[in-house]
């Protein structure tokens, strides 16, 4: 895999989902030494089972487990620390990870207990669990989802997890995008892999899952965040610590330079497939005609009704039309290839959040 792939894949098996994407990837020759030591860092940052859009799907961890103790890499850890106030023992227990643990004989270390050092951040000293310091492989398992201060979280911000609790709080004093950003000039992310399946759409504690039904991989962080930032209807400048990451020389900021590899078709997702939205998300149900619409493409039309003002909405005057049932139809308003016969239709087999937002927005 190069470094400036992005490798998607769709569907309703994150097990068989993680196995495939660690194939594609030819992740054991990323590896090279089976020797080494491979850390796997979910985001567990509350005690929420992943379906609710706050937490890693064990069953991606379970997947890349499967795939790379088949090649013989056994010094497996998987570690995490959840946001201060939760605990990440209760976490691991709720998550599925405790269980994962016991099944698959890998050691869990919960960092909110673990020792730290503090290291020189390209000109900020932050604190990083020694742990973390001590793998040689960090697979970051993020979730791509909202965040009420950043608006995104994925690969660049789930490394707060390698930090003791005292450091997360001095984040939050110093704005968070700054020492996010620097915190990647010394946290490994040797090989990502984002848990896209039903991430919140804008709180990082979870309540408003989006199915999207898809999970994809990357070796650049900052790509790997900028190209998410657009997936949610967002441009990478409106997450300030990607762009700040960028010119700290961690990766690309500008998503139209991720080559992009679909393993699978959208349609290997199904919106219903996993579940509904829930929580504030149902608000945005009357301004959408589905039919067999795949997940990926609903939850692209998802998250740009929710970046428009109650006045932007009001304008659109009749539902957005959605889905495979819209083949070969006619219409005024649609999204995706399945609706290119409608007079007014955003192209793409997923289009983009960004994309979508653009065109319902351009609609006057």
């Not at 968070?176 to 010394?186: D, K, M, Q, R, S």
């Not at 762009?243 to 590899?261: F, N």
């Not at 997923?350 to 937002?357: D, T």
Request: hydrophobic share 40%.
């Amino acid at each position: 895999m190069e470094k400036n792939e992005i490798l998607v894949i769709y569907g309703d098996d994150p097990y068989r989902m993680a196995y495939r994407v660690a194939e594609a990837a030819e992740l054991a020759e990323l590896i090279g030494d089976v020797k080494k030591r491979i850390g796997l860092k979910p985001n567990l940052v509350v005690s929420r089972p992943a379906d609710e859009g706050a937490t890693t799907h064990p069953e991606i961890a379970a997947g890349l487990i499967a795939y790379l103790k088949e090649r013989g890499f056994l010094n497996l850890t998987i570690l995490e620390g959840s946001w201060v106030g939760d605990s990440t023992a209760g976490a691991f227990g709720v998550c599925g990870y405790r269980k994962l643990a016991k099944e698959t004989g890998v050691e869990l270390i919960d960092t909110q207990r673990d020792t730290a050092k503090a290291y020189d951040c390209q000109g900020l000293k932050i604190e990083i669990c020694d742990s973390a310091r001590n793998i040689d492989f960090m697979i970051n398992l993020p979730v791509m989802k909202g965040h009420c201060q950043t608006l995104l979280t994925c690969a660049l911000k789930n490394n707060k997890g390698i930090m003791p609790d005292r450091e997360k709080r001095r984040f939050h004093s110093l704005g968070l995008h700054e020492p996010i950003a620097h915190l990647n000039t010394v946290a490994r992310n040797d090989f990502i892999l984002v848990d896209g399946i039903c991430g919140d759409l804008d709180f990082e504690e979870g309540g408003s899952p989006v199915p999207a039904g898809r999970i994809f991989a990357a070796r650049d962080p900052v790509l790997c965040d900028a190209w998410a930032a657009e997936q949610m209807g967002y441009r990478a400048a409106d997450i300030p610590y990607i762009g700040l990451a960028e010119s700290l020389g961690i990766g690309s900021a500008d998503p139209a330079k991720a080559l992009v590899r679909e393993l699978s078709s959208p349609g290997a997702s199904q919106s219903g497939g996993i579940l509904q939205p829930g929580g504030k998300v149902r608000h945005l149900a009357p301004f959408i005609q589905e039919d067999g619409a795949c997940s990926a493409c609903y939850a692209g039309l998802v998250f740009a009704l929710s970046r428009m003002k109650p006045g932007e909405l009001s304008r659109l005057g009749e539902k957005i039309a959605v889905g495979q049932g819209f083949r070969g139809k006619t219409g005024r308003l649609g999204i995706g290839r399945c609706t290119l016969g409608f007079s007014s239709s955003c192209p793409g087999c997923p289009p983009s959040g960004a994309a979508a937002l653009a065109f319902l927005r351009s609609l006057g």
